[in-house]
């Protein structure tokens, strides 16, 4: 049998709950940038959490709306009329 998973990553801060904690560390996860005893421990707390998966939701779709706006090209004409006021001011 192995031991049940103790939700949340890192240590928390004194006065801290897990919740607050796992909102803290919502962008690590997303990012992948936890190692995978932590993002074990932040599902399990997702998992069986509905206001921190609520939230994770939400963070995760803002990142994506941001991803997707950010691969669209400004129109040639925005461009143009951009790079000759940056000339213009360093002029």
């Known amino acids: 049998m192995t031991d049940p998973v103790v939700p949340i990553p890192h240590e928390r801060a004194e006065g801290e709950n897990e919740c607050e904690h796992?909102?803290?560390h919502l962008n690590e996860y997303l990012d992948s940038e936890m190692t995978p005893e932590d993002e074990q421990r932040m599902r399990a707390h997702v998992a069986?959490?509905?206001?921190?998966?609520?939230?994770?939701?939400?963070?995760e779709?803002?990142?994506q709306l941001v991803r997707r706006s950010?691969?669209?090209r400004a129109p040639?004409?925005?461009?143009?009329r951009i790079h000759?006021?940056?000339t213009i001011l360093a002029g």
Do not use: D, N
């Open 22 to 24: 796992a909102l803290v």
């Open 48 to 59: 069986h959490c509905s206001p921190c998966l609520a939230e994770l939701s939400i963070e």
């Open 61 to 63: 779709l803002v990142k």
């Open 70 to 72: 950010c691969a669209e």
């Open 76 to 80: 040639e004409t925005l461009r143009v």
């Open 84 to 86: 000759e006021q940056i």
